[in-house]
């Protein structure tokens, strides 16, 4: 941080300003102050955020809001010139309790605060080749993908409790398999599974099957007797 406040005097001599009162501040012009600054101890608060120079114009350490590293220091009553200073405590910066810009990796939750259900949460895009995202998830949990070229046009979603939907189409490579206690195809309605009975020699059985299998979606019966 800037150590001392001085002034330009006679010829350019630099003097010392003990007791000077110095201000932080978010810009080096216009910005607004800092008044939320504490004592070393980083619990006892520094009244109205001023700073005061000690007998040899010193400026006293300080701690700033959280998760600032840098601010503008000021001690011409917000008038300016001010100096940009860096904090000197950077451990959370390089012990991996902050990401880099540019890689690193996350331990633990998580958490986007976000103004609405549809706000997008996490985006992704292809650099130099993709003019949409190829995927998004917004804050209520919906996802949307696409190939960059166009709008997503594939989505996942909850639709009500305890259900996920998709207005899309849905391929499983490998196995797929219902754990659930009814099931419906083809836009009917899910039911329980269906108990065949009768028997085949008399055709019961057969006419018992096609009205099962007609319950469950999977098939329109236009039989006749």
């Known amino acids: ?5 001085i002034s330009v005097g006679t ?11 110095v201000t932080c501040w978010t810009a080096d012009t216009g910005g607004t102050q800092y008044t939320d ?5 980083e619990i006892t608060p520094i009244a109205d955020g001023i700073l005061t120079a000690d007998a040899n114009g010193a400026v006293p350490e300080f701690y700033g809001p959280d998760d600032v590293t840098e601010m503008y220091l000021d001690a011409n009553a917000g008038a300016g ?16 309790t902050f ?12 958490t986007s605060v976000l103004a609405t259900s549809t706000t997008v949460a996490a985006a992704s895009i292809v650099d130099g080749l993709d003019v949409f995202d190829r995927f998004r998830r917004d804050a209520s ?7 960059g070229a166009a709008t997503r046009d594939t989505s996942l ?15 499983v490579a490998l196995t797929f398999r219902h754990l659930g206690t009814t099931a419906g195809f083809f836009g009917e309605a899910a039911v329980a599974r269906p108990t065949v009975s009768g028997s085949w020699s008399d055709g019961s059985a057969g006419a018992s099957l096609a009205a099962a299998l007609d319950t469950l979606g999977l098939i329109t019966d236009n039989t006749t007797a």
Not at 1 to 5: E, H, I, P, Q, T
Not at 87 to 93: D, L, V
Not at 141 to 147: D, K, L, Q, V
Not at 158 to 170: I, P, Q, V, W, Y
């Open 1 to 5: 941080m800037a150590d001392y406040v």
């Open 11 to 21: 010829d350019n001599a630099a003097t010392l300003e003990p007791g000077a009162s």
């Open 37 to 41: 600054l504490t004592d070393t101890d």
């Open 81 to 96: 010139p001010r100096r940009r200073t860096l904090t000197t405590e950077m451990r959370a910066y390089t012990d991996d």
């Open 99 to 110: 990401l880099p810009l540019v890689g690193g990796e996350l331990a633990g939750t998580v």
């Open 141 to 147: 949990g919906r996802m949307t993908w696409g190939s």
């Open 157 to 171: 979603y909850r639709d009500a409790a305890d259900s996920l939907k998709t207005d899309d189409s849905l391929t």
